[in-house]
């Protein structure tokens, strides 16, 4: 079975940049499509971007035109690289995944259905 360990995460500014990391072990990590999602406090988990094997991505719209995902097979890790950060971007960040059967939209919009998780960077923007 896939295991995930989520990295990077910390304390940021507004505007400074995190990139978060997703290693994967534990089974062909590149045979697996891997989304990030993040939980704000008091608020319900919420996708952030999706990336299938093919390399079909999607992003919700709060991250377009700030964050990319990436992954480096070699590694068995995906990336997220995050940018322009807000306050609102304030969050614990989980990467998860599947062998999915779909498009990547929908695996980003059903993503409590994916079976592998990880426990979660914490994510604080503040000044």
């Known amino acids: 079975q896939l295991q995930l360990v989520e990295s990077g995460g910390g304390l940021v500014q507004p505007g400074g940049s995190l990139r978060l990391s997703c290693a994967a072990s534990?089974?062909?990590?590149?045979?697996?499509?891997i989304g990030w999602f993040r939980q704000a406090p008091g608020k319900d988990r919420e996708a952030v971007s999706c990336l299938t094997t093919d390399g079909s991505i999607y992003y919700e719209d709060s991250a377009k035109g700030r964050f990319t995902i990436s992954r480096d097979n070699a590694k068995s890790t995906v990336y997220l690289e995050m940018s322009s950060l807000k306050p609102e971007d304030t969050a614990v960040y989980y990467c998860?995944?599947?062998?999915?059967?779909?498009?990547?939209?929908?695996?980003?919009?059903?993503?409590?259905?994916?079976?592998?998780w990880g426990r979660g960077t914490l994510v604080n923007v503040s000044s």
């Open positions: 534990g089974a062909t990590a590149d045979h697996y499509d």
């Open positions: 998860a995944a599947d062998q999915w059967r779909g498009s990547v939209q929908a695996m980003c919009e059903k993503g409590y259905t994916l079976r592998s």
